[in-house]
Every structure is written in structure tokens, then in C-alpha cells.
């Protein structure tokens, strides 16, 4: 099935540094979501975009959808080691059934103490 | 608040055998609900998803099958288990409301068939 392109694949930083991922969709989208998974947890939701050029932040996280509507990123501010996990975008488009998500394969992030 | 249980936590399961997975959300009513399957730590397969009772899509051709016999709870099965069944199982729901149709995910119930 259709899949976002989700980048990086795999991040290892040291504590404090800044983390940037991104997601790109070959088509428009009217909603973007970031999602974190810790090891053997169901993913948890991190922030939602709705409108394009939104920009939102939770905490140290900030995320914002794309002006294009095609994509969006996720930003962490001075990272700390429980930040470690998978990060996924997944985003709907305005076409076919909205019911579905489309997911990104994951950024996973590890944090050097 | 609306919580979403899955059991088993963990299944270790021989080839050929059957299965039976159970989510079920409380606090909320007529909700989207959805199974996924993740392989290797990366990448939701969504499997199923059902928006009532007994009204059950399936997205990929496979040895599974799901049924929602009441309106909070959604059950994902198999007659006969296949090696490559072995995943990450996860449960979400969601209500529709505009655009505002975000998932949430349950603890998941992790697969080993042997």
C-alpha cells in the first residue's frame, strides 16, 4: 500500500543535541500526526496538524504541516535519553477512504548519555 | 476518558493452532477501530478496520480474520496460525469528527509462532 518517505531511518545523537525527521507524501494531505513507540508499547500520540503551515509544539517536540500539504517534520529540542524510541508520521489524504491512515516506516532515535 | 485494553500481552503460539486476540476500548461509543500488525520493531500493516458492528474491512489478503460482535470490541483470529504470523499486534480506535480522526493505540499483544 501507499507509504509516506520518512527520514532518517535511524538517528544516534548525544544528549542535548536537536533532532529534526520529516515526512514527504506524493499527494495532499489535510492531516498530519507524529507518533512515538517505546519498546513493545503501542505508539502514543505525540502531536496533530490540521492546517497547512501549522506549527505546533508539546513540550520540547514542534512539529509543523508543510505549506505544500505534502509534508510535514518533527523537531526535539535538547534531547534527553528517554526521548529514545521510534518516531512515525502518519497523515490522510484528501482522497479514497479517509478512514486510513498512511504511515511512514519510522525514524528510531537513540540518545548517547 | 477512553482507555483501550488488549489481551494477551504476549502469545507464544504452535504453527497451525488457532488464535484469538481481543482489544476493547471503554469510554467512548461507535468507535473506528483498527488492527495492525508491525514486524521487526518498524512499519503498521493495518490488517482490518471496522466502523460498526459487524461491518469489518479488510485491507491485506492473509490467514487472519476479525469480527466485531459488540460495538467496544473488536477480535482478530486465525483457524490455523502460519510461521509468518509472528508480529506486534496493535488495537486503535478512533472518532471520526471532521478531521480530527487521530488513532490511538493499545499496549499491543505480541506474537510468536513456533
Known amino acids: 500500500g501507499q507509504q509516506l518517505n520518512q527520514s532518517p531511518q535511524s538517528m544516534f545523537i548525544q544528549e542535548g543535541e536537536d533532532v529534526s525527521m520529516n515526512c514527504t507524501s506524493s499527494?495532499?494531505?489535510?492531516?498530519w500526526l507524529w507518533y512515538k513507540q517505546d519498546p513493545g508499547e503501542g505508539p502514543v500520540l505525540l502531536i496533530a496538524?490540521?492546517?497547512a503551515g501549522e506549527l505546533t509544539s508539546n513540550g520540547r517536540l514542534t512539529a509543523q504541516f508543510g505549506t505544500t500539504r505534502k509534508d510535514s517534520f518533527l523537531n526535539i529540542s535538547a534531547s534527553i535519553p528517554s526521548d529514545v524510541g521510534i518516531y512515525f508520521c502518519?497523515?490522510?489524504?484528501?482522497?479514497?477512504?479517509?478512514?486510513?491512515?498512511?504511515w511512514g516506516l519510522g525514524t528510531s532515535l537513540a540518545v548517547n548519555p | 476518558s477512553q482507555t483501550i485494553h488488549q489481551w494477551p500481552a504476549t502469545l507464544v503460539q504452535p504453527v497451525g493452532s488457532p488464535l484469538s486476540l481481543e482489544c476493547t476500548v471503554e469510554g467512548t461509543s461507535n468507535p473506528n477501530l483498527y488492527w495492525y500488525r508491525q514486524a521487526a520493531g518498524r512499519g503498521l500493516q493495518l490488517l482490518f478496520y471496522?466502523?460498526?458492528?459487524?461491518?469489518i474491512s479488510s485491507e491485506v489478503p492473509q490467514n487472519l480474520s476479525a469480527s466485531r460482535p459488540q460495538d467496544r470490541q473488536f477480535i482478530l483470529s486465525s483457524k490455523k496460525l502460519l510461521l509468518s504470523d509472528s508480529g506486534f499486534y496493535l488495537c486503535a480506535w478512533s472518532k471520526l469528527a471532521g478531521f480530527t480522526d487521530t488513532q490511538y493505540f493499545g499496549p499491543g499483544t505480541r506474537l510468536t509462532v513456533l
Open positions: 496538524l490540521y492546517k
Open positions: 499527494s495532499i494531505f489535510n492531516t
Open positions: 502518519a497523515g490522510r489524504s484528501n482522497a479514497g477512504n479517509n478512514r486510513k491512515l498512511i
Open positions: 471496522s466502523i460498526g458492528i459487524d461491518q
